[in-house]
C-alpha cells in the first residue's frame, strides 16, 4: 500500500532561518513519483516540484532544495533563508507510475516569525 | 490565463440539500480530480475522471456525485446523503487521461463548503 507520512505537524521559525520539512513514503512499485506542494492561506495548492523514482539528484530552485534519499524512502524539503512569504502548509505527494492516483501526506504547517 | 476555477469560493447550505460545486479548466488536460481536505488531514480523493463521459469513485465518494460532459467542466454534487459535508473541496486537473502514466496534479482555488 501507499502512504506518505509527514510526521512534523506545525513548524515554527524566525525569519532568515533555515527549515526542513521531512517526508517519508512507504511503496512497492519500483516506478514512481513524488511531489511537493505548497497551500498559501488562500488555500490553492501550489505545485512546486515532481521526482520519479530514477532521479536520486537532488534538485535546488532558488532558496529551495529537496534531497531525494531511496534508501531511507524519504524526500525531505529545505528552506534557505526562510521568508514570511514561506509561511503556508506543505504537503508531500506519492504517485504510482501510471493510474494518476495521488497519495498525500498530513502535511507540514509552516509559520515563519518576522 | 490557462487555469482551473472553482466556484463559488464560500458556500452555504442547509442540511437536506444538494449543492452543486462547479469546476472549470482550460488547460486541454484529460483527467480531472475532486479532493475533500479537512482540517488537519491531508487530501482525500472524491471522484476522478481520466476522459469525457466517463469517472470513477475514489476513497470518499460515498454521498457525492459527479458528471463529465465536456472535458473542460468537472462539476460535483454533494447531495444530502453525505453525513458531514463541512469541509474544504479541491479540483485538480492533469495532462495525462487514459494513457496511464502519471502526470502532474494541478489544483484550483478551492470551495469551502459549510453545511448551517
Known amino acids: 500500500a501507499q502512504k506518505v507520512t509527514q510526521a512534523q505537524t506545525e513548524i515554527s521559525v524566525v525569519e532568515k532561518e533555515d527549515v526542513t520539512l521531512d517526508c517519508v513514503y512507504e511503496?512497492?512499485?519500483?516506478?514512481?513519483?513524488l511531489f511537493w506542494y505548497k497551500q498559501p492561506p488562500s488555500g490553492e495548492l501550489v505545485f512546486l516540484i515532481r521526482r520519479n523514482s530514477f532521479d536520486e539528484q537532488n534538485e535546488i530552485s532558488g532558496r529551495y532544495s529537496w534531497n531525494f534519499q531511496k534508501s531511507t524512502s524519504s524526500f525531505n524539503f529545505t528552506i534557505t533563508a526562510s521568508q514570511v512569504v514561506d509561511s503556508a502548509v506543505y504537503f508531500c505527494?506519492?504517485?504510482?507510475?501510471?493510474?494518476?492516483?495521488?497519495?498525500f501526506g498530513t502535511g507540514t504547517s509552516l509559520t515563519v516569525i518576522p | 490565463d490557462g487555469g482551473i476555477t472553482q466556484s463559488p469560493k464560500y458556500l452555504f447550505r442547509k442540511e437536506g440539500q444538494n449543492v452543486t460545486l462547479s469546476c472549470e479548466q482550460n488547460l486541454n488536460h484529460d483527467a480531472m480530480y475532486w479532493y475533500r481536505q479537512d482540517p488537519g488531514q491531508g487530501l482525500r480523493l472524491i471522484y476522478y475522471?481520466?476522459?469525457?463521459?466517463?469517472?470513477q469513485k475514489g476513497d470518499i465518494a460515498e454521498g457525492y456525485s459527479v458528471s463529465r460532459e465536456k472535458k473542460e467542466s468537472f462539476p460535483l454534487t454533494v447531495t444530502s446523503a453525505q453525513k458531514n459535508p463541512t469541509a474544504f473541496y479541491l479540483c485538480?486537473?492533469?495532462?495525462?487521461?487514459?494513457?496511464?502514466?502519471?502526470?502532474?496534479?494541478?489544483f484550483g482555488p478551492g470551495t469551502r463548503l459549510t453545511v448551517l
Open positions: 475522471s481520466q476522459i469525457v463521459n466517463d469517472f
Open positions: 485538480a486537473s492533469s495532462l495525462a487521461g487514459t494513457s496511464g502514466f502519471t502526470d502532474t496534479q494541478y
Open positions: 505527494a506519492l504517485s504510482e507510475a501510471t493510474g494518476n492516483q495521488f497519495y
Open positions: 511503496t512497492r512499485d519500483t516506478t514512481y513519483y
